[in-house]
């Protein structure tokens, strides 16, 4: 069964601050798994933050235009984990961060989220 | 950017009732397309991928059709469990886009 668990949200002040989320992945290969994040502010919609590819299909990142130059997306495949490491918070950065997955077949998985919050 | 527009935003029904959810995408995404239900404070949870597949656990009540720029999921009759807001997105190209939802409330 695949499973996504993300961890590492919290209470953060705008401009300086920073945080790392983590998400550990189970019951799929995750070294041939691109990844993604996605973010939901609250009472709002579905927003992609960014994608990693496998290292075998080149490892490329890319990044929403929001967050381009603040966040970077990493991969340790020795830990199954996927990582997102936001930098100079903004209050419009406050929502709840899936990662999420795709299989050969099409079927989309997320985990349960963890909820970032920027203010003073 | 693939923008996808959904209509309409809010759906007023009683249960029983069949509800028909659409979403248009701006270019054509194959069957690069999915589904989502979300309730409050859950994530959101796979319906339908790839147009018109439904994802394991996924009641017959609900069904997808559509491909290219068109798309319409169908609730056969309303369980009082799906009064939620359902999402659509594409993945046929990056970024992944979503629409803007769809709220189903009891009438």
């Known amino acids: 069964e695949v499973q996504l668990v993300e961890s590492g949200g919290g209470l953060v002040k705008p401009g300086g601050g920073s945080l790392r989320l983590s998400c550990a992945a189970s019951g799929f290969s995750f070294s041939n798994a691109w990844m993604i994040w996605v973010r939901q502010a609250p009472g709002k919609g579905l927003e992609w933050v960014g994608r990693?590819?496998?290292?075998?299909?080149?490892?490329?990142?890319d990044y929403a235009a929001p967050v381009k130059g603040r966040f970077t997306i990493s991969r340790d495949d020795s830990k199954n984990t996927l990582y997102l490491q936001m930098n100079s918070l903004k209050t419009e950065d406050t929502a709840v961060y899936y990662c999420?997955?795709?299989?050969?077949?099409?079927?989309?998985?997320w985990g349960q989220g963890t909820l970032v919050t920027v203010s003073s | 950017e693939i923008v996808l527009t959904q209509s309409p935003a809010t759906l007023s029904l009683s249960p029983g009732e069949r509800a028909t959810l659409s979403c248009r995408a701006s270019q054509s995404v194959s069957s690069y397309f999915a589904w989502y239900q979300q309730k409050p404070g859950q994530a959101p949870r796979l319906l339908i991928y790839d147009a018109s597949n439904r994802a394991t656990g996924i009641p017959a009540r609900f069904s997808g059709s559509g491909s290219g720029t068109d798309f319409t999921l169908t609730i056969s009759s309303l369980e009082p469990e799906d009064f939620a807001v359902y999402y659509c997105?594409?993945?046929?190209?990056?970024?992944?886009?979503f629409g803007q939802g769809t709220k189903v409330e009891i009438k």
């Open positions: 990693i590819k496998s290292k075998t299909d080149g490892g490329t990142i």
């Open positions: 999420t997955t795709v299989d050969f077949a099409g079927r989309i998985y």
């Open positions: 997105q594409q993945r046929i190209n990056w970024p992944w886009t």
